[in-house]
C-alpha cells in the first residue's frame, strides 16, 4: 500500500452522485429549452426542469443502467409537461395581459415569441413531437420510441404541426422549413 487516501465518495467517478452531477452540467440547458418550448413560460420551464431532474436523481440508478439516461431524462420531462398540461386544461384560466400588449395592443412581438405562442396553441402530443424533433435533434425512430408510439405518427404529428404553425404564423419574417431552430 503507497499509503495514500482513496478519493471520498463523493469524487469517485463511479458514484452516481457524481454521474448525476456530471449529467446536469451537460444536458440542462437542452432540457431548458425542450422546457420553455413545451411551457411557454420561463417561471414553468424552470418549475419542470427541476422537478425532472428531481425525480430523475431520486432514481438515478436505474436511469443510469438504461441504454440512454438522455432519453429517460426527456421522458420524465415530457410526462411531466404531459400532465401540467391536463391539470391547466381543468382548472378556470384568468386572461392576463402582459405589461407591452396592454401599453400596445398592436405591438409586434419577436419571431421567438411568437413561435413559442404558436407551439402553445398546439395539442401537447404533436407539439411534444415538434419541440423533440426540432428542439432536441432527435429522428423519429428515437421519438417514436421515446413516445410509445409509431414512427409514422411520429411523422403525421410533424407534418399536422408544421401546417398549424405555417398557418398560425402571419409574420412573413416566421418561415418555417424543416430546419426550425430555437
Known amino acids: 500500500m503507497d499509503g495514500a487516501d482513496p478519493a471520498p ?3 469517485r467517478a463511479d458514484c452516481p452522485e457524481v454521474a448525476f452531477e456530471d449529467f446536469v452540467a451537460r444536458r440542462s440547458a437542452a432540457l431548458f429549452r425542450g422546457a420553455y418550448v413545451l ?6 420551464a424552470e418549475d419542470l426542469v427541476q422537478e425532472t431532474l428531481e425525480r430523475a ?3 438515478w440508478r436505474k436511469v443510469a443502467a438504461t441504454e440512454s439516461p438522455e432519453a429517460y ?3 420524465i420531462m415530457v410526462n411531466l409537461a404531459n400532465d401540467r398540461w391536463r391539470r391547466f386544461r381543468r382548472s378556470p384560466r ?3 395581459m402582459d405589461e407591452a400588449s396592454a401599453a400596445d395592443e398592436y405591438a409586434r412581438l419577436d419571431s421567438r415569441d411568437q413561435l413559442v405562442r404558436a407551439l402553445l396553441q398546439l395539442p401537447m402530443g404533436m407539439r411534444t413531437v415538434v419541440v423533440l424533433r426540432y428542439f432536441h435533434d432527435m429522428p423519429d425512430t ?10 409514422t405518427t411520429v411523422r403525421s404529428q410533424l407534418a399536422r404541426g408544421l401546417d398549424k404553425l ?3 404564423l402571419p ?3 416566421l418561415q418555417l422549413t424543416e430546419e426550425v431552430a430555437p
Open 166 to 168: 405555417r398557418a398560425q
Open 57 to 59: 436523481c431520486r432514481r
Open 9 to 11: 465518495p463523493h469524487q
Open 171 to 173: 409574420s412573413p419574417g
Open 94 to 96: 384568468l386572461e392576463v
Open 39 to 44: 411551457t411557454g413560460s420561463r417561471e414553468a
Open 73 to 75: 431524462v426527456r421522458r
Open 142 to 151: 428515437e421519438i417514436a420510441a421515446d413516445l410509445g408510439i409509431s414512427a
